[in-house]
């Protein structure tokens, strides 16, 4: 089963964890992932970290900044996950910016992908239409889909092209920010934004990201679509080691 | 081979540009770009731009003949005297640009980074004139380091807000005002102050600043009967001086040299010579030149002067370089400050450490006998605590 039939298969919300590989220790993530698979999250998104995370608050760039000091690179990265294959089949989505992906050789990154099992991958600054015109053959070649996000006032035009991309799932951005920072969630304005976004006629799940923290607001953002993925909360758990506190308290 | 200031239809000059921004940023870049495609060939819009630049900047600057450097490297060097803009730089001639743009836009609040503090200056300067908010991301070191400025910017009305992360210059300012534009996509314009961004920024800028090669064209025509100079010289932070000073002789035989800052030397690990330390990569939404690790991850890079301690290029000028139509030259720091104290002396003129790597370069270059353009892009007053601890 692939992580979109895996998403739409039963009804209840996914919840997906983001963090940096390589944070807070190097090897955090053998660790990190069968222990939130244990703990019941549906997926990973495991971030390859940038010197210059454009779309970041403070928290992602500090455990960026952290992972990189502490020797995390893509080539490490993809040890790292077939290591975690060896015991765990949480489904793992890559997330990084595009310019150590270009740098670290685009055929050779899904070939890697390919090899252990990635199930999807996120390039935020990556539009889709250079993908198209240069990447997507490749990426297509070595099965491995790539996940768009979008803002819910994204045109119908654009909306299906992202739809047409099968997708494990459409990354909904409830409300431009930088991650860590609190979308308020629940309020009018948001809310009506996400419902008439979910009336949209699209095929591939929705899940939503940026601003999620806490129980609450994971309910909130989640009201109309399938999942929610929380990041910077989750980073701050860890900091502070109450990491499985902080899952419990979700659910 | 042709070359042009104009970009592709998606943004590229060659390999080098294009858009690669979060969709969250993509409504506005698009909003942007039309607005300038549109209002770039508007009369009214044109109008109201000269009559600024005209009256409130004082263009045209002179192009002056620099008797004593000409009569010492034995050539014929103007000066185009782009210190002489209200704020004292070049930067004052986009900023009005993207003012006039952000106003028929309808934006509310103006956001820039800024390195030397002169783009930021003269954004809080067309803020205060069109009475908009104004916030200026700057470097914590750059802040420290071009302290008249700040001061410039405050007592414009703008807030000035440090940018604490990586290096603490001019990349991680421009990082903090992205972040700034992500959270504010409604009312905000992002005025970016060099040849650098994504599409449209490169070429709108360098339009913006192309009024510094049309001037130049209709002033050496005067003065020595040919359009034509043999070179043009500038220097090259984002490269948005030296688009404007190479923009109507980009396809033309006109020799281009852009100064790039080598810091302590090219191979000392402490330098801003992206055109020779650089490969392509992607940095603030531009492929372009770039400094970086094997891993894709941007070096911090480092020059005396803020306004060229920059890990990356214009994607124009990555293009020109690579192509060889544009010759770059790295000059270290000790280069630029000698430069600049000796041509104090020479001409009266006290430049910005900026340009004071363009005037370096001369020396470096075969231009006896030669019609030479320098643009001085600044002066210098920001910079005097450097100057004065090497006098
Ligand atoms: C006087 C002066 N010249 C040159 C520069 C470098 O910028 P650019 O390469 O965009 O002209 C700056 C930047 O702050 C400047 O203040």
Redesign the interface.
Known sequence: MNLREKITLTKDKKLSIYFPAGYPKKDSALELIPRLEKSGIDFIELGMP???P????PTV?EASTIA?NNGM??EVLFEQVKQVRETSDLPIVLMG????????GIEKFAEFCKSTKIDGVLI????I??YIQKYKSIFEAAEVPLV????P??SAERLKLIDQQNSPFIYL?AK???TG?NTLFGTEDIESNLKSFSERPIETPVVVGFGISDAASFQDATKHFSGGIIGSAFIKSLASESADTFIESLR | MKYSPIADE?GFYGDFG??????????NVEELKNAFLYYSSEPEFIAEFKALLADYVGRPTPLYYSKNLSEKLQAGIYLKREDLNHTGAHKVNNTIGQILLAKRMGKKRIIAETGAGQHGVATATVCALMGLECIVYMGAIDIERQKPNVGRMKMLGAEVRAAE??SKTL?DAT?EA??DW??N?DDTFYIIGSVVGPDPYPEMVAYFQSVISDEIKKQLLEKTGKENPDMVVACVGGGSNAAGAFYHFIDSDVQLIAAEAAGRGVDSGQSAATSVLGTI?????SQTL?M?T?????VEPYSISAGLDYPGIGPMHAHLIHSKRVQSIAITDNEALSAGLSFSRLEGIIPALETSHAIAALERLDIQGKTVVLNLSGRGDKDLSTYLKHL
């Open positions: 940038f010197s210059d454009m779309a970041d608050g760039q990189l690179n893509i910016y595009f310019n150590p992906v270009l740098q670290f935020p600054d990556l539009p239409e250079v768009f996000m979008v803002t006032d994204v951005v431009s920010n930088i920072s | 998606h294009g858009a690669f921004i979060p969709e969250m940023l993509r409504k992360s990586g990349k990082n992205i972040r992500l959270a996509v990569g992607v940095i603030h939404g770039l970086q094997k891993d894709g991850q941007i």
